[in-house]
């Protein structure tokens, strides 16, 4: 049974767009991230999170807000979509910082 | 200014043969190293995972070799089989108050 979740699995937007991607993990995990991942930069943190109301901010944070409104749900948010944030975005969680992280299946979305 | 450097960026080897992936880091505080591997269409999982305080970590086919004074470790893959074909991450952390630091990647592929 899988303990990250993330929705939409697919998302198309236009340029300018509001989008919102989801991830729920249920392995009792207090640290949630969110990464993109594109051909030859690998996965770069974005934002992440210790627990409800925290937000860190990542390596790549321009241009994406997040939320974690529990311990199971982290949400990023995208207010004005551009074509550069075309990518494959993952979730992930751990029980500390700088562990072992497990993953979500990922969300790919694409800016028109 | 990439912190975990991984070569090389794909590799191609025969059924049976080592596989040999390399990575490189710049921090020294660094003292735990987990391996990723990814599938096409899925999410990233822990493969293998050292600590500074060793030199070598084998689970089944698959071995890290782990320098600290040169900082670099590799992973080798012994007996190669088609279904090793995956993208392997090498990452970083301190476990000390920072998330992991991903390397970009090397994609393996093992021909039957």
């Known amino acids: 049974e899988a303990a990250v979740t993330q929705s939409p699995r697919n998302k198309v937007t236009v340029t300018g767009g509001n989008v919102t991607l989801s991830c729920r993990q249920t392995?009792?995990?207090?640290?949630m991230y969110w990464y993109r991942q594109d051909t030859g930069h690998g996965l770069r943190l974005i934002h992440y999170?210790?627990?409800?109301?925290?937000?860190q901010i990542g390596d790549v944070p321009d241009g994406y807000k997040a939320t974690r409104t529990t311990q199971e749900d982290f949400f990023l948010l995208l207010e004005l979509a551009s074509p550069s944030q075309t990518s494959l975005y993952f979730c992930?969680?751990?029980?500390?910082?700088?562990?072992?992280?497990?993953f979500g299946p990922g969300t790919r979305l694409t800016v028109l | 200014q990439q912190q975990v450097r991984q070569s090389p960026q794909s590799l191609t080897v025969w059924e049976g043969e080592t596989a040999i992936l390399n990575c490189s880091y710049e921090?020294?505080?660094?003292?735990?190293f987990p391996w990723y591997q990814q599938f096409p269409g899925e999410g990233p999982a822990l493969l293998i995972s050292?600590?500074?305080?060793?030199d070598k970590k084998e689970d089944g086919r698959f071995t890290i070799f782990f320098n600290k004074r040169e900082k670099k470790l590799s992973l080798h893959i012994t007996d190669s089989q088609p279904g090793d074909s995956a993208t392997y991450f090498c990452?970083?952390?301190?476990?000390?108050?920072?998330?992991?630091?991903f390397g970009t990647g090397t994609t393996v592929s093992v021909s039957p």
């Open positions: 992930a969680s751990s029980d500390a910082e700088g562990y072992e992280q497990y």
């Open positions: 392995n009792s995990h207090n640290y």
């Open positions: 999170s210790y627990g409800a109301g925290n937000l």
């Open positions: 921090d020294s505080t660094f003292n735990y």
């Open positions: 050292i600590r500074s305080v060793s």
């Open positions: 990452a970083a952390s301190d476990q000390g108050g920072r998330a992991l630091i």
